[in-house]
T-cell receptor
Framework: GAGVSQSPSNKVTEKGKDVELRCDPI?????LYWYRQSLGQGLEFLIYFQGNSAPDKSGLPSDRFSAERTGGSVSTLTIQRTQQEDSAVYLC????????????FGPGTRLTVL | KQEVTQIPAALSVPEGENLVLNCSFT??????LQWFRQDPGKGLTSLLLIQSSQREQTSGRLNASLDKSSGRSTLYIAASQPGDSATYLC??????????FGKGITLSVRP
């Protein structure tokens, strides 16, 4: 079956602009996760959703970052007023449930802020 | 706060060698441990998941073990091939369901 998909695959933007990154999880997966992979920081957790709710937003780097999930499926990660330090690969993962379940990752969105 | 360490950061071996990749973690209160493979410019491919109640999992030439009490996991690759060249990451799942990753081991298998 289809895996996790993310769009766009690459995004180049100018400092100060807003960007939206999209994630389509595997059908039937109720949990969805966002991670960021940057050269200096490695892979870091940003936020997760169980259904449409995000119980823990403490992993978001700043209040310029927000995420939502609608219909228990597609999720959007929005970065407002982008900064150069936001440049990274943003990875989305999904799983059948929380904690005990294997997470499956999408190919990522490479964001470059000029 | 969970910390996951993978040492060394890079490894180069000749084809056919059996090898062990190490992963250590500081907090043993984990739900499971997952090993991933990442090829350059690509996303993560899940290789093996070991639940906290399990000791090991096997898939083909790969075998992963987990020792919660010592905070260690190993990924054993049998009869390595050039196609195994990639970065291997381990990650633990904690109470808030988030994965905490190591920085990865970049493996190069020489023909």
């Amino acid at each position: 079956g289809a895996g996790v998909s993310q769009s766009p695959s690459n995004k180049v933007t100018e400092k100060g602009k807003d960007v939206e990154l999209r994630c389509d999880p595997i059908s039937g997966h109720t949990a969805l996760y966002w991670y960021r992979q940057s050269l200096g920081q490695g892979l870091e957790f940003l936020i997760y959703f169980q259904g449409n709710s995000a119980p823990d937003k403490s992993g978001l780097p700043s209040d310029r970052f927000s995420a939502e999930r609608t219909g228990g499926s597609v999720s959007t990660l929005t970065i407002q007023r982008t900064q150069q330090e936001d440049s990274a690969v943003y990875l989305c993962a999904s799983s059948f449930g929380l904690a005990f379940y294997e997470q499956f990752f999408g190919p990522g969105t490479r964001l470059t802020v000029l | 706060k969970q910390e996951v360490t993978q040492i060394p950061a890079a490894l180069s071996v000749p084809e056919g060698e059996n090898l062990v990749l190490n992963c250590s973690f500081t907090d043993s209160a984990i739900y499971n441990l997952q090993w991933f493979r990442q090829d350059p410019g690509k996303g993560l491919t899940s290789l093996l998941l070991i639940q906290s109640s399990q000791r090991e999992q096997t898939s083909g030439r790969l075998n992963a073990s987990l020792d919660k009490s010592s905070g260690r996991s190993t990924l054993y690759i049998a009869a390595s091939q050039p196609g195994d060249s990639a970065t291997y990451l381990c990650a633990s799942t904690g109470a808030n369901s988030k994965l905490t990753f190591g920085k990865g081991i970049t493996l190069s298998v020489r023909p």
